[in-house]
């Protein structure tokens, strides 16, 4: 079965970097569509960057342009997230997550298209 592992979180002082990892399994992980979403305490889930298969394409929500950067690598089954000059705001949950089908070509921000999430990790990031 599809199966979708975070690591990576922590806690960081504001101005700090992580790296987040999703370790992909049960799927062609090089066919899908990939998001990371965040949920802060009392918010509701956020998109926060989206990336196609072959990595040509990347997207963003306007407060993490410019400090976060998704990649995968199709070989490794690994998606990344790369968070650097993290603020308090940027403190979640952050999970990532697989488009519903295969070869999507555009960009996805609704969490109801996405079929497989992971558990995922802590971020807190402290002023």
């Known amino acids: 079965q599809v199966q979708l592992v975070e690591s990576g979180g922590g806690l960081v002082q504001a101005g700090g970097s992580l790296r987040l990892s999703c370790t992909a399994s049960?799927?062609?992980?090089?066919?899908?569509?990939m998001s990371w979403f965040r949920r802060a305490p009392g918010k509701g889930l956020e998109w926060v960057s989206g990336i196609s298969t072959g990595s040509s394409s990347t997207t963003y929500v306007d407060s993490v342009k410019g400090r976060f950067t998704i990649s995968r690598d199709n070989a490794k089954n690994t998606l990344y997230l790369q968070m650097d000059s993290l603020k308090p705001e940027d403190t979640a949950v952050y999970y990532c997550a697989k488009y519903r089908t295969r070869y999507y070509t555009d960009s996805s921000y609704d969490a109801k298209d996405y079929d497989s999430w992971g558990q995922g990790t802590q971020v807190t990031v402290s002023s």
């Open positions: 049960g799927f062609t992980f090089k066919y899908y569509y």
